[in-house]
C-alpha cells in the first residue's frame, strides 16, 4: 500500500517497511494534524518480463 498528500510531500509506503495498519493510521493522523487530504493507491503487482 502506498499513500501520499494532495497538498504537501508527505508519504508513506510500505516500501519504507510500514504495515497497512500503521499507513492508515498514520495518514489519519497527517489529515488531523493538518487537514490535507491523503490519498491511497494500491501497488500493481510487479511486471513480469517475457524474453
Ligand atoms: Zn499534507
Known amino acids: ?4 498528500c494532495l497538498h ?3 508519504q508513506i509506503s510500505t516500501a519504507d517497511g510500514y504495515t ?20 491511497s493507491v494500491r501497488l500493481p503487482p510487479p511486471v513480469v518480463l517475457e524474453n
Request: charged letters at 35%; hydrophobic letters at 30%.
Open 20 to 39: 497497512d495498519e500503521e499507513i492508515s493510521k498514520r495518514a489519519i493522523d497527517h489529515f488531523v494534524e493538518t487537514g490535507h487530504t491523503v490519498d
Open 8 to 10: 504537501c510531500e508527505w
Open 1 to 4: 500500500m502506498y499513500k501520499y
